[in-house]
């Protein structure tokens, strides 16, 4: 019998002691889900701020920490500590992302992670436009402000060695077109992504070639969109441009494009065309030389490159500039004579 009540008061105490952990649990839990509401609606709170919107700039390379006093120092009231564990309690503390921000106002540290990790920024962007030089654009390029010169002092030939292009030269690869890109970017990256491009549009126009064009490779064909592309004056004239030297390139004629002078006379050119330049030997004087220069004189855009392989149909060998920013076009030396004399010389 003592046994017996020796074990019913045994029980009584582990019901006891297990109505405490249950409590225990539940006041833990209770507690816990408090915190995370109290936390979720921290988060969820609008940053003070010192004006409604805030143009911030967010630099590369750092951690969510710092992103916080960066963007503190720039009159965002963020807390750093909260800002550091919204970053980790949604994973994108190694997603947040360089630059210019246009915060809106009522913005959560919630939603400021989201914003950040999504790269919603106020991006810049630079125009690289068709038929100019890689010298003329790299100098834009690295005009940009906010576009970090990564390959300081290295001029087009030595950028076009690191990319390994063809022709050992960047003439030709620079795809021109607008490119965004977030403040603080390198300029090796923006000319990684316009070489891709131009890669990319040179091999499809390639593909598309008329078969019997004299043209031997696509780099041929890069050559000839750049000439094509610094000759025409209207688009409309584009497909004639490129049947002219095209049809000259099949016969074995001379190219006699001043464009391709212009280039090898290079950074000495003063913007007069003389006898005397055209009749001084270089690489790309296409009135002494025979054949497609050694590089691209320029970078075309895509309408050159398919003009270069597809050009018109015609019976054409020489043309002239109306100037109207149209061409005459002529079939032979006789008729082109007297479009000279009436369009350049007023005959």
């Known amino acids: 019998m003592r046994k017996g009540k020796k074990t019913k008061k045994t029980s009584k105490k582990a019901v006891f002691g297990w109505q405490w952990f249950k409590r225990i649990v539940i006041a833990s839990v209770v507690t816990l889900s408090a915190i995370i509401v109290g936390v979720y609606f921290v988060l969820n709170m609008p940053i003070d701020r010192s004006q409604p919107r ?29 800002f550091v564990l919204a970053a980790r309690l949604t994973g994108n503390a190694g997603q947040l992302k360089a630059g210019r921000y246009d915060l809106p106002e009522g913005i959560s540290t919630l939603g400021l992670v989201d914003y950040l990790s999504k790269g919603q920024g106020v991006l810049s962007s630079v125009a690289l436009v068709e038929g100019q030089t890689a010298r003329a654009l790299l100098a834009k390029l690295r005009a940009q402000p906010d576009l970090i010169d990564d390959l300081p002092g290295m001029d087009h030939r030595a950028i076009a060695t690191k990319f390994d292009l063809e022709g050992a030269s ?34 499809k126009a390639w593909a598309q070639r008329d078969p019997q064009t004299p043209l031997k490779t696509p780099y041929d064909a890069l050559k000839m969109a750049s000439i094509v592309e610094k000759e025409t004056g209207l688009a409309s004239d584009r497909g004639k441009v490129a049947s002219v030297f095209v049809n000259r390139l099949r016969v074995g004629m001379l190219l006699q494009t001043d464009p391709t002078v212009i280039y090898g006379v290079g950074e000495a050119f003063d913007g007069n065309l003389t006898r005397k330049h055209l009749q001084t030997d270089t690489p790309y004087n296409s009135y002494t030389r025979a054949g497609l220069p050694p590089t691209p004189i320029s970078n075309p855009g895509k309408a050159a490159l398919y003009a270069a ?29 007297n479009a000279v004399r009436k369009y350049q010389l007023g005959r």
Not at 313 to 321: G, H, M
């Open 54 to 82: 805030v143009d911030a700039h967010v630099s590369s390379g750092l951690g969510a920490r710092a992103i916080a006093n960066e963007l503190n120092q720039q009159g965002l009231g963020v807390s750093p500590n909260l």
């Open 170 to 203: 960047l003439e030709g690869w620079i795809y021109p077109d607008t490119y965004k890109y977030s403040p603080g970017s390198k300029l090796s990256e923006l000319l990684d992504r316009a070489v891709r491009l131009q890669q990319v549009e040179l091999e």
């Open 309 to 337: 392989v597809n050009p018109d149909k015609t019976p054409y060998f020489y043309f002239v500039a109306k100037g109207d920013g149209g061409s005459y076009f002529s079939k032979n030396l006789n008729e082109h004579n």
